[in-house]
T-cell receptor
């Protein structure tokens, strides 16, 4: 158990819809990362938050948005869904900080299927 | 633009033999490299890491080698066990604590 909790584990929805994926980081971790894993693809970095503020953006579509709340949990919002958005979405957390060199701790992922 | 590449999608090894997983990167500013292991229906779990100032790090059966001039790192597993069968991701840390992942190598250890 990594200590990172993601909900829901599975989600099936239709094209054009909007969904929200939720992530609770490990206790004490300030950084949250979102990754997308499509079929036969690696982990594509979407976005990173540190203590409530956006720290870095990767290949995140404009239809997607995220935020990190004061209690440090994060939500990834996916809107106007397309078939190609079907993927595993992982959240990871780390303690963050300038001298941090440790690893990311991943949740079990949310599997999104768009029909 | 894939900054971290794992060119072998799959690898099969006999139990007891050595498994060598390879990873190449393009960004010379990466300062930290990690290997993650992923079982089906689970999130990736951290396996071993190496700082860019080192060329080798060992942890039990797992050793990571870093060749900065070639921008190449490898993970050696000796001896390989059936429980090592999983997908292995190579990752590199860039500026701002961003982590870049490869596409993974699926390792199968044959009993």
């Amino acid at each position: 158990d990594s200590g990172v909790t993601q909900t829901p584990k599975h989600l099936i929805t239709a094209t054009g819809q909007r969904v929200t994926l939720r992530c609770s980081p490990r206790s004490g971790d300030l950084s949250v990362y979102w990754y997308q894993q499509s079929l036969d693809q690696g982990l594509q970095f979407l976005i990173q938050y540190y203590n409530g503020e956006e720290r870095a953006k990767g290949n995140i579509l404009e239809r997607f948005s995220a935020q990190q709340f004061p209690d440090l949990h994060s939500e990834l919002n996916l809107s106007s869904l397309e078939l190609g958005d079907s993927a595993l979405y992982f959240c990871a957390s780390s303690s963050g900080g300038g001298l941090y060199t440790g690893e990311l701790f991943f949740g079990e992922g949310s599997r999104l299927t768009v029909l | 633009d894939q900054q971290v590449k794992q060119n072998s999608p799959s690898l099969s090894v006999q139990e007891g033999r050595i498994s060598i997983l390879n990873c190449d990167y393009t960004n010379s500013m990466f300062d930290y490299f990690l290997w993650y292991k992923k079982y089906p229906a689970e999130g990736p779990t951290f396996l071993i890491s190496i700082s860019s100032i080192k060329d080798k790090n060992e942890d039990g059966r797992f050793t990571v080698f870093l060749n900065k001039s070639a921008k190449h790192l490898s993970l050696h597993i000796v001896p390989s066990q059936p429980g090592d069968s999983a997908v292995y991701f190579c990752a590199a840390r860039g500026t701002g604590n961003q982590f870049y992942f490869g596409t993974g190598t699926s390792l199968t250890v044959i009993p």
